[in-house]
């Protein structure tokens, strides 16, 4: 069966009114999903109070295996929580704000 790509849902009670198109609901989950593990927070966390790091600077600090802060970093990539940037053979990753902040706001809207 396809996706209904392009269906709208609509939620509502007293108070509140949202609605969402399918595409949208879908980065919302994967943000959420993205957001829903202790170390990707604490990757998180780290790059927000530390600004760009690299992988090495990310795994030493936390005290894990390079591959797994990669795993991790990956998938706050693919959520677009995160962005790497080359600058040399390094690679730095830093917070996509933009993306943090809609989240957010998406979370304080639902309460």
Known sequence: MPT???KSYHFSDQETEIQFQF??????VLDLRAL?????QKIVQLLLANGPMTVTQ???KLRIEQSVASQHLAIL???NIVVAE???KFIHYHIHQE???AVKALLLGLQ
């Open 77 to 79: 990539r693919k959520a």
């Open 23 to 28: 595409k949208d609901l879908r980065k919302i």
């Open 86 to 88: 080359r600058e040399g």
């Open 36 to 40: 829903n593990h202790e170390l990707r």
């Open 99 to 101: 993306q943090l902040e």
């Open 4 to 6: 209904p790509v392009n």
């Open 58 to 60: 990310l795994y030493v």
